[in-house]
């Protein structure tokens, strides 16, 4: 009785699969426009990866006339064996395709180093990402991956992109695709990219049908799906998608609640991808799920980060008060792993706000400095409310940095000693980035050389500007006439950034936007 029930599941998974598959073919065959296949690691398009696999291998070779990309995305911040599982697959899968004459290329997408994780946080200051700002995905995800399809298009006219999106992962995805789709059509219209197609071919698949397919048929490029399986079921995780669709994206939530997520993610409240493996005893792991969860917990850390804007613009967050006992305080509510905290009113700096700018000036508080100045602001309609945050500091970008090199320094990787954790690149960008905002004692090698006991070849054209003793000077000039140092800093990057060019372009509305910051004009 039990063997019949299993049967009956069986074939009609398999007339699902050769459905799939002959659908496959015939949208192959229709026109020239070339696919790109975006794969994951995880278990959806690990399933489009295979049909369109073995579909290919089952037509003629006259009928493969048009190229079939397969591409990844590395953010550069992958779980490490993840990455490395991806990388393996990607490498079997144009090992097998090459022997069998299959027109597939597999490709890996990368943010640029100045869109990174690092370079964001530890070179811009930007607080890591969290629910409501998730910055990270456009940046490290989605741009790389939409930069290779455009990159097809202007090639070829028109691209087909195959994701491995299912109607039954959620309501809100069903009417993602379906809203999509033209009727009688089995292509959508990509929603932000002109002349890309999306087709879906598994969009039919429930979540038995996507492993009983991956647990019945051998992976044509020999990957044991048993593995991916146990990657599953020793965590309640989901899928990452290699997202290359916004609207996609908007109803996948967050990709780091999943195994297949950045191992920084922060967006999440509990990171599995990490968590999972230590669980399972990759122990050498345990340093970079400490890193994560410390660099969660400073995010909205007042003392860490700029009382103004990256662009210099002020602003004000209101604070709810109550009286208790005829005594007044601020509720200053639970944010990220910050605690709600009640405080009376008169343990704060309480500063009216027409004479704000006076305040920070006779008490010489610079905004950008490490601390907090415990001010509470009475404002003019008679609320409260505190400065609202902005960037890191330069202090916690570089503490941040000294951290992740210590981990880097001393990390265990059982399979390859030489896995970095930042790359080279990021950290010339990083101090590229320091350098323009007025570090000039060029603390990024410093910082390198203290951690790893060695230098890296610095270009020498990025010698520091002035010594220690010419930015005293230049600071106690400021300081005399009464300017803002800070402000001398940006200018003279500003300058530097332009010296050597004939023609400066955009120099005069770079120093006016530098000039006009809200901050120096409270
Ligand atoms: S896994 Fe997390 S950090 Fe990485 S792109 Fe997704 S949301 Fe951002």
Redesign the pocket.
């Known amino acids: 009785m039990q063997s019949n029930i299993i049967d009956t599941m069986l074939n009609k998974n398999k007339s699902l699969i050769e459905e799939a598959k002959e659908q496959i073919k015939e949208v192959y065959l229709e026109d020239d426009r070339p696919w790109v296949v975006g794969y994951s690691g995880g278990k959806d398009s690990t399933v489009v990866s295979q049909i369109v696999f073995e579909a290919l291998k089952e037509l003629d070779s006259n009928q493969l006339h048009k190229k079939v990309y397969i591409i990844s995305s590395d953010?550069l911040?992958e779980t490490p064996l993840i990455i490395q599982s991806i990388n393996t697959t990607l490498h079997r899968i144009q090992s097998e395709a090459l022997k069998l004459g299959l027109p597939i290329e597999t490709h890996k997408v990368k943010p640029e180093p100045e869109q990174s994780?690092w370079a964001n946080i530890i070179g811009k200051g930007y607080p890591s990402?969290n629910q409501q700002m998730?910055w990270?995905?456009d940046r490290?995800?989605i741009d790389p991956a939409n930069k290779f399809v455009k990159d097809k298009v202007s090639k070829f006219g028109e691209v087909i992109m195959l994701l491995g999106v299912r109607e039954d992962e959620s309501a809100t995805r069903a009417n993602v695709i379906n809203s999509h789709t033209v009727e009688g059509k089995r292509l959508m219209k990509h929603s932000t990219l002109t002349n890309a197609y999306v087709f879906a071919p598994i969009k039919k698949f429930k979540l038995d049908d996507v492993w009983e397919y991956l647990l019945n048929n051998t992976s044509p490029w020999g990957d044991d799906n048993t593995e991916l399986y146990k990657l599953y079921s020793d965590s309640n995780s989901g899928e990452?998608p290699l997202v290359i669709d916004k609207t996609v994206k908007e109803s996948a939530g967050?990709?780091?609640n999943?195994r297949?997520?950045?191992w920084?993610?922060?967006?999440?409240n509990e990171d599995k991808?990490l968590n999972g493996f230590i669980e399972n005893g990759e122990e050498w792991m345990r340093p970079l799920l400490e890193f994560r969860n410390w660099l969660a917990g400073i995010r909205d850390d007042r003392t860490r980060r700029m009382k103004y804007r990256m662009d210099g613009q002020i602003y004000f967050l209101n604070v709810q008060t109550e009286e208790i006992d005829e005594k007044l305080y601020a509720v200053l509510p639970k944010k990220g792993s910050r605690a709600k905290k009640v405080i009376p009113v008169d343990q704060f700096n309480l500063v009216q706000e027409n004479e704000l700018s006076n305040y920070l000036a006779e008490n010489n508080i610079d905004l950008s400095a490490p601390g907090d100045d415990n001010i509470l602001i009475e404002k003019n309609d008679g609320n409260y409310a505190q400065l609202g945050l902005g960037p890191f500091t330069m202090e916690a970008r570089q503490e941040i940095l000294k951290y992740l090199l210590e981990i880097q320094r001393d990390l265990n990787h059982p399979s390859d000693p030489s896995f970095e954790l930042i790359q080279e690149e990021e950290l010339r960008i990083i101090r590229r980035y320091w350098l323009e905002k007025g570090d000039w004692e060029d603390k990024l090698p410093e910082i390198y050389q203290e951690v790893m006991g060695y230098d890296l070849d610095w270009d020498f054209d990025d010698q520091p500007l002035f010594d220690r003793e010419q930015i005293t000077d230049l600071e106690i000039l400021c300081e005399r006439n009464n300017i803002d140092f800070k402000l001398v800093q940006k200018l003279i990057g500003i300058e530097k950034n332009y010296s050597g060019y004939k023609i400066k372009r955009g120099i005069y509305e770079e120093i006016e936007k530098a000039l006009t910051q809200d901050y120096l004009h409270i």
């Open positions: 953010t911040v994780f990402p998730r990270c995905t490290m995800k990452c967050s990709c780091g999943s297949f997520g950045c920084t993610c922060t967006v999440v991808a």
